[in-house]
């Protein structure tokens, strides 16, 4: 499938720099400096002065193993911190299409609630799990437009709610289903569905797909870069699967022990990582040594492939 430098000029992105620093030609969302500990006997510095750009409609993957901080970050981004954590220092702007910029730390209350559904929403991993058993699709959507859309009439509602599920690729006709009707696959998709309902300008996923098997996760992944072309929303990816993230993210981040350690195109992080930790992470996913890495240029076939 198409990455990088194609899928960034038409997101109207800049090629980033080797260290990825470079601004976007339109940014969307501004982390600067940001540190996060978790207070404690032992105090965690689990994010720590990270700083980066992220473009309009831009891709970014963020990867690293477990522990590294790439969930504290992402909360942080949102403003969903809860205590023992403590922003320390730095700042999170959103570039807003307005043309405001909003700053994200200093959000309370109705500001932040608006904040995040309408201009940022967030998948979480283990979203699949957290549909609401009890109700049906249809009256989880409309709960969410009764809440940030009042204004919307029924019919819209109804109209909206079946746009949704034809664009994450499932039957209008499934509104009327539960949570355990439906399978795994099914589940991720309403779940992105929800998060797309208002139209947000960026989409947090963090690890959205790694309860599911690898067809269905590559088939959900594609699915949301090409919605990402339709609908122009940026993405934070998260995830500590490199192979995916190459696959589908304009830039990537590598994050240890808090920091980022390198940020560069997906292709320059394949083919010519600089830190010794991007090359450490990448070798220990055995299908992207040798020829067989070909994928990321040629699109072939990742079913085939191990990629786990
Ligand atoms: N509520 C918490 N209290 C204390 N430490 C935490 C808490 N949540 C996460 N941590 C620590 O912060 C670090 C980063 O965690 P996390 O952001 O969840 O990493 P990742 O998402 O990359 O797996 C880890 O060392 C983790 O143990
Ligand atoms: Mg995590």
Redesign the pocket.
């Known amino acids: 499938m198409s990455t990088n430098p194609e899928m960034s000029s038409a997101a109207g992105v800049a090629t980033p720099g080797r260290s990825g620093s470079v601004a976007p030609d339109s940014p969307l969302l501004s982390i600067s400096g940001l540190s996060i500990d ?1 207070l ?1 006997e032992r105090t ?1 510095h ?2 720590a002065n990270v700083s980066l750009q992220l473009g309009r409609g831009e891709i970014i993957g963020l990867a ?10 992402a909360y942080g981004i949102n403003q969903l911190l809860v205590p ?2 403590v922003i320390t220092e730095g700042g999170v702007t959103f570039h807003d299409r307005s043309g405001d910029d909003i700053d994200v730390l200093a959000l309370e209350d109705k500001e932040l609630r608006r904040y995040r559904w309408n201009k940022v929403s967030m998948v979480f991993q283990g979203a699949m799990n957290s549909l609401n058993p009890v109700i049906s699709v249809r009256a989880q959507l409309n709960d969410v437009f009764a809440t940030h859309r009042p204004q919307m009439s029924k019919a819209e509602r109804r109209l909206r709610s079946g746009e949704l599920l034809e664009l994450v690729g499932v039957d209008p006709k499934r509104l009327d289903s539960y949570a355990h009707e439906l399978s795994g696959g099914m589940r991720q998709r309403v779940m992105i569905a929800m998060a797309l309902a208002l139209d947000p300008e960026l989409m947090i996923m ?1 690890e959205p797909t790694t309860a599911l098997d690898v067809v269905v996760q590559r088939d959900i992944l594609l699915e949301i870069t090409r919605l990402r072309e339709e609908l122009g929303f940026a993405v934070i990816f ?1 995830t500590h699967d490199l192979p995916l993230l190459l696959e589908i993210s304009d830039r990537i981040a590598i ?1 240890r022990h ?1 920091r980022i350690v390198e940020m560069a195109s997906a292709e320059e992080i394949f083919f010519a990582a600089q830190d010794p930790y991007t090359r450490q992470l990448l070798r220990s996913f055995p299908s992207l040594t040798g020829e067989r890495g070909d994928f990321i240029r040629h699109g072939a076939q990742l079913e085939n492939e191990e990629v786990r």
């Open positions: 978790y404690g965690v689990a994010v690293g193993e477990s522990g590294c901080g790439k969930s504290t970050l023992p954590a963090d998260i994050m808090g």
